[in-house]
T-cell receptor
Framework: AQTVTQSQPEMSVQEAETVTLSCTYD???????LFWYKQPPSRQMILVIR??????QNATENRFSVNFQKAAKSFSLKISDSQLGDAAMYFC?????????????FGTGTRLKVLA | DADVTQTPRNRITKTGKRIMLECSQT?????MYWYRQDPGLGLRLIYY???????NKGEISDGYSVSRQAQAKFSLSLESAIPNQTALYFC????????????FGPGTRLLVL
């Protein structure tokens, strides 16, 4: 069975600095999707970034980028120029690309604090 | 307007009561999901539905039931609420156009006394 591990329960970063959140996963599959979701105090789950496993190029969305290491089964999120509004819980998620698959597997989350 | 809405946003109930959480979406997605979130445990899948006639149990379905009234509506019921069902509940949708991204509602915070 697939698992997703976020080993950092909490991280802090100074405003305008860069921070990297770690995520590792375990799977025997070769084709899958990986996601980072942000959950601010409003509780809303917001998609931050998405990566297809068959793409070698790392996904980027403005100040957010990932370091996808397929062989190492690692999917870290880098936030550049951190802003106060980036403070939130961040969840890493995995989804198989196999036909008929329904399940998204979430990590336990990393709480990011942004210090002014 | 939000694409995925949940009602109520907050609910306090007593042990043994039946309650229903409702979810509606305007994204036109066929797939809908119910999750619960507990501190330190991430999100766990309760039920999912691929269309109106297709409903399936997730990993923690005991004590819950669902109804897919229409493509856009997916309700979660707690037949007899118990305190360990106190949690944050999320509805989500996804399509199968290849992007496989889930879109979440704002969540319902449930407290069972």
């Amino acid at each position: 069975a697939q698992t997703v591990t976020q080993s950092q329960p909490e991280m802090s970063v100074q405003e305008a600095e860069t921070v990297t959140l770690s995520c590792t996963y375990d799977t025997s599959e070769s084709d899958y999707y990986l996601f980072w979701y942000k959950q601010p105090p409003s509780r809303q789950m917001i998609l931050v970034i998405r990566q297809e496993a068959y793409k070698q190029q790392n996904a980027t969305e403005n100040r957010f980028s990932v370091n996808f290491q397929k062989a190492a089964k690692s999917f870290s999120l880098k936030i550049s120029d951190s802003q106060l509004g980036d403070a939130a819980m961040y969840f890493c998620a995995y989804r198989s690309a196999a036909s008929g698959t329904y399940k998204y597997i979430f990590g336990t989350g990393t709480r990011l604090k942004v210090l002014a | 307007d939000a694409d995925v809405t949940q009602t109520p946003r907050n609910r306090i109930t007593k042990t043994g009561k039946r309650i229903m959480l409702e979810c509606s979406q305007t994204k036109g997605h066929d797939r809908m999901y119910w999750y619960r979130q507990d501190p330190g445990l991430g999100l766990r899948l309760i039920y999912y539905s691929f269309d109106v006639k297709d409903i399936n149990k997730g990993e923690i379905s005991d004590g819950y039931s669902v109804s897919r009234q229409a493509q856009a509506k997916f309700s979660l019921s707690l037949e007899s609420a118990i305190p360990n069902q106190t949690a944050l509940y999320f509805c989500a949708t996804s399509d199968f156009t290849g992007r496989e991204t889930q879109y979440f509602g704002p969540g319902t915070r449930l407290l069972v006394l």
